[in-house]
């Protein structure tokens, strides 16, 4: 449909003459003096020019919304050399309350080692899986297509549901699978269209997907493309963030939130990246292996038993708090102390 509007405006040249003669009944004068009228000060004929012209506008017009289409990407991705050196000056000098949190935190690396399709497989692969499970349920596939390098749309599509099942992929995710690659497969998606689609485009082709929701999009722009203006309003880390952040007293509804971050433009994605640090910093650390105190003494076997009891009732107690979902888990390449940050638990104060 967008090759047919540019090409509407190319046959008009040839339509002119006609609308001329029918809209003046009046004598038409010769073809000199015509010439030498419409360039002297007849208003008439200068007037009965203009709509001629002005009809070609709106129909030159429409070019100019093509680049929403061609899937021009916004902006620098945050793996380029000096990007995120330019978001972080940036996000200092546009909010003076999120510049304490930066000068708290390294700053991030944006490095995602995959091809989108094998990223968008992995993301599918680890969710709603605890980050333990998802690794050795990863760890088992690529061992079953042969290493990352076999990671294909066709590999993938010759896997059967019993295959998978058998490595711990629940049937509906293998349908997620399958439904993505077909999609390649078919030509619907590609790497190379994927990298060169516009943020809103990536988006609706991607939800397209079995399985890949808005929430999977946002973290896969971020985390896998680097784009540098993703706003995940819908995840919970993140809105927790800005909560503390502005010391607000609710946690802000994901329609708050593109207000509350307007001033992070054209770098929504590296402030997100600091919420979850934020949040992150904020959460409860573990209680070491070897207690201090008389707990510590090995004589006493109940004593121990005590501390092995106490240690249980807290993970548990981990374990029962609300957890935010760590993009971590879906997609690698988050820069400094990720392995650290992976083993952490995360939940919501």
Known sequence: MGEQSLSQPKPQPLSPSPPASTASPAPAPAPAAAASTSTSSSPAIAAASRPKKAAHRPSDSNPPKKPRLTFAIPGRPLSAAGEVGVAIRHLRDADPVLAAVIDAHD????????RPFHSLVRSILYQQLAFKAAASVYSRFLSLLGGEASVTPDAVLALTPQQLRQIGVSPRKASYLHDLARKYVSGILSDSAIINMDDRSLAAMLTMVKGIGAWSVHMFMIFSLARPDVLPSADLGVRKGVQMLYELEDVPRPS????????????????????????????PQPAPAIPVGPLALPSPDGQIMLHEQHQQQQQQQQQNVIQMIDPLQML?????????????????L
């Open 107 to 114: 700053a991030p690396v944006f490095q995602c080692p995959h």
């Open 256 to 283: 708050q939130m593109d207000k509350l971050c307007e001033r992070w433009r054209p770098y929504r994605s590296v402030g997100a990246w600091y919420m979850w640090r934020l949040i992150e910093s904020k959460v």
């Open 332 to 348: 690698p390449g988050m820069g400094p102390r990720s392995e650290r940050r992976r083993a952490r638990q995360r939940a919501v």
